[in-house]
């Protein structure tokens, strides 16, 4: 039982760098002094750190369910 809680509290962890790293990385799309190139790169980043935040909540999700059953 102690594995599954430091492997959810890992997610954890993980997950809040994840949220982290695109409020970074719209504040850098929110710079006026940003390049077209740049900000489209920065974009492609954002959304893949969100999607992959997703991922963790919908895991995380699936595991509650499947232990309240």
Known sequence: MSEVTVENETKNINFEEKIESAKKLLNQLIDPQITLSNSV?????????????????????????????
Request: hydrophobic share 35%; aromatic share 6%; no cysteine.
């Open 41 to 69: 790169e920065v974009y492609k980043n954002g959304i893949k750190e969100l999607q992959e935040a997703q991922k963790m909540l919908d895991d995380a999700k699936l595991q509650f369910e499947e232990l309240n059953k």
